[in-house]
C-alpha cells in the first residue's frame, strides 16, 4: 500500500506535488509555484506562474514587479493534474494561506506560516481536518508563550504619554507586522496621526486598497523634530539603529516582534521597549491546532522542530522534519 501523503514530495527547496508538477513556496525559481503569503523567505520572485490569493500576487508585484500570476480566492477550488487544491485563511497576514491538497482520498494541508489570535488586518485562520498537517514551528518551544496584544499595545501607548517630549520608534517588519502595529493602535482608539518611514508606504498602501484602515498615516521624512515629539513613528528594524534615526526627537527605540521574549535579542539590539507581537503561532497555538485537527502525520516545515516532534510523538501522533531550507524566522 502506497504511504500516507507519498503524493507530496518535501524538498530541500520546497515541497514537490508531482502529479501536478507544481511547487508550494520554494525558494528557487520554477515554472510553477503555489505561494501561501507573501513574506520573501516564501514568496520568491522570478518563477514562471504563480498561483497565489489576489492579495498575496499585488504583494509580490510590489516587490518583484509584474507577475504572471493565477489568482485563486480563499475558498475557491481548482484541479491541477490529479490533484484537488484550495486556499484558506491563515491568519498570518494580508492574503496568506493554508494549501489545501485532496488526492487520492486523502487530505494535506500545508499551513505556510500561521497564528490563531485576533489580527485585524488579516482573515483569521480556518480550521481544516485532514489527514497530514504540515506546519511551521517558529516558536516551536514551550517558552514561547505569547502575551495578550492588549496589554503590549497597552504598555506602548502608556510609554508614549509618559514621554511628551520624544518619539516612540517602533521597528516592524515591513510586510504585515507594520501594518498591524499601526492597526492595533487605531483599534485600542489611537487617532493620532502615525508617521511612517518611506519604506513602508507601498505595503501600507496596498493594505489600505484592500481596505485595512490605517487611519491618518503621514510620512516621517521631511517632518521637523518639534512635530514628531510624542508620537509613534514606524520604521523597518534595519532603520532603528541607523543614520535615518538621528533625525527624530530622542527616540523610545522599541520592537514589534514575537522574538521580544528573549530578552537577550532585545538587549543586542538596543531595544528600550520590547512588544511582543507575532504573526506565528506560539507554542500553544501550534499544539492546540495539532490537537484540533487531530491529524494521522504532522509534518514540520521550519523553525524549532524538535520539541514539536516530540510532542507529536509523545501524543501517537507520527512526526517528522522536513528539513526545508531557505527559511528565516526574522520575519516577525
Ligand atoms: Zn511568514
Ligand atoms: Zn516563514
Redesign the pocket.
Known amino acids: 500500500m502506497a504511504r500516507l501523503g507519498d503524493w507530496v514530495q518535501p524538498h530541500p527547496t520546497g515541497i514537490y506535488l508531482p502529479a501536478a508538477d507544481v511547487w508550494i513556496d520554494p525558494s528557487v525559481p520554477v515554472p510553477r509555484a503555489l505561494v501561501t503569503h507573501g ?1 520573501a ?2 514568496a520568491r520572485g522570478g518563477h514562471g506562474e504563480v498561483w497565489a490569493t489576489p492579495e498575496t500576487l499585488q504583494i509580490m508585484e510590489v516587490r518583484y514587479g509584474p507577475q504572471t500570476g493565477r489568482p485563486v480566492a480563499y475558498g475557491e477550488s481548482l484541479t491541477l493534474g490529479d490533484i484537488d487544491v484550495s486556499f484558506v485563511p491563515a491568519g498570518h497576514v494580508l492574503g496568506s494561506a493554508q494549501i489545501v491538497l485532496d488526492h487520492r482520498g486523502e487530505r494535506v494541508v500545508v499551513s ?2 500561521y497564528k490563531r489570535r485576533e489580527d485585524p488586518t488579516c482573515a483569521r485562520f480556518e480550521p481544516v481536518k485532514c489527514d497530514v498537517f504540515v506546519t ?1 514551528a ?1 516558536f516551536g518551544l514551550p517558552v514561547f508563550r505569547h502575551p495578550e496584544t492588549h496589554d503590549e499595545m497597552d504598555k506602548l501607548l502608556a510609554t508614549l504619554r509618559a514621554n511628551p517630549d520624544r518619539c516612540v520608534l517602533v521597528g516592524a517588519y515591513a510586510l504585515g507586522k507594520a501594518q498591524r502595529v499601526i492597526r492595533e493602535l487605531r483599534v485600542m482608539g489611537f487617532d493620532d496621526p502615525i508617521y511612517i518611514h518611506g519604506a513602508l508606504q507601498r505595503l501600507c498602501d496596498l493594505y489600505i486598497d484592500n481596505g485595512v484602515d490605517l487611519g491618518d498615516l503621514r510620512p516621517a521624512m521631511g517632518v521637523a523634530k518639534g512635530e514628531l515629539m510624542g508620537r509613534v513613528v514606524v520604521a523597518p528594524p534595519s532603520a532603528l539603529n541607523d543614520r535615518w534615526s538621528r533625525r527624530l526627537p530622542e527616540p523610545i527605540s522599541a520592537m514589534a516582534s514575537g522574538w521580544m521574549t528573549v530578552r537577550q535579542r532585545a538587549r543586542q539590539k538596543n531595544i528600550e521597549l520590547p512588544i511582543i507581537l507575532s504573526d506565528h503561532a506560539d507554542w500553544d497555538e501550534l499544539t492546540a491546532t495539532i490537537q484540533e485537527l487531530s491529524p494521522r502525520e504532522v509534518w514540520v516545515t ?1 523553525g524549532r522542530e524538535d520539541a514539536l516532534v516530540h510532542w507529536c510523538a509523545m501524543r501517537q501522533i507520527k512526526a517528522r522534519a522536513l528539513d526545508l531550507v531557505g ?3 526574522e ?1 516577525d
Open positions: 513574506h523567505d516564501h505556510g506560516d511551521e517558529t521550519h527559511f528565516e524566522d520575519d
